[in-house]
T-cell receptor, first 113, second 112 residues
Framework: NAGVMQNPRHLVRRRGQEARLRCSPM?????VYWYRQLPEEGLKFMVY????????ESGMPKERFSAEFPKEGPSILRIQQVVRGDSAAYFC???????????FGPGTRLLVL | LAKTTQPISMDSYEGQEVNITCSHN???????ITWYQQFPSQGPRFIIQ???TKVTNEVASLFIPADRKSSTLSLPRVSLSDTAVYYC?????????????FGSGTRLLVRP
């Protein structure tokens, strides 16, 4: 049973470019969560999605950031016009139900030059 | 939301038992206490969760006193591979229980 998968594991972008981060939840999990981790800090909640629905995006910046979890395919976190401050590790987690244990993927490390 | 406080770092030696204590004075009645482990360049990994008294699994034990204002993660006979950051989380409870709140964690260094 494969765990949560994220790709790419590392992503380098120049300022102003777009970054697309993908997350495939564990089999049987329909709840996906995105977190961001800055160096030497804990993870910060960004957004919670179910299939085709955004449930809570309270932790996601209002501008340049968007997330989706289509009926088919992985969840995608999209960052438009990246800036240096977007450099961080982005983790995706999934669970079978919202109150149950979240299982994390290996993360995508975004570096903005 | 219940804030957690835990030591920034701890040192230990192989074979010793390690106890990491977390304070959560404002824990709510329906909050659970969860511990995650994170290795460098990896995502957090669930270790254990509890509500009160003691919980034990194949990896660790979690001790929670009656007032629930603190909890202690106990790792028996640590090895070098237990070097990691350990996070204590208190679930907000209710409809927002999915919104995990990570503090800075405790960096555990296990020496040979």
């Amino acid at each position: 049973n494969a765990g949560v998968m994220q790709n790419p594991r590392h992503l380098v972008r120049r300022r102003g470019q777009e970054a697309r981060l993908r997350c495939s939840p564990m089999k049987g999990h329909s709840h996906v969560y995105w977190y961001r981790q800055l160096p030497e800090e804990g993870l910060k909640f960004m957004v919670y999605l179910q299939k085709e629905n955004i449930i809570d995006e309270s932790g996601m910046p209002k501008e340049r950031f968007s997330a989706e979890f289509p009926k088919e395919g992985p969840s995608i976190l999209r960052i438009q016009q990246v800036v240096r401050g977007d450099s961080a590790a982005y983790f995706c987690a999934s669970s079978p139900r919202p109150q149950e244990t979240q299982y994390f993927g290996p993360g995508t490390r975004l570096l903005v030059l | 939301l219940a804030k957690t406080t835990q030591p920034i770092s701890m040192d230990s030696y192989e074979g010793q038992e390690v106890n990491i204590t977390c304070s959560h004075n404002n824990i709510a009645t329906n909050d659970y206490i969860t511990w995650y482990q994170q290795f460098p360049s990896q995502g957090p990994r669930f270790i254990i969760q509890g509500y009160k008294t003691k919980v034990t699994n194949e990896v660790a034990s979690l001790f929670i006193p009656a007032d629930r204002k603190s909890s202690t993660l106990s790792l028996p006979r640590v090895s070098l591979s237990d070097t990691a950051v350990y996070y204590c989380l208190v679930a907000p409870g209710g409809d927002s229980s999915y919104k995990l709140i990570f503090g800075s964690g405790t960096r555990l260094l296990v020496r040979p």
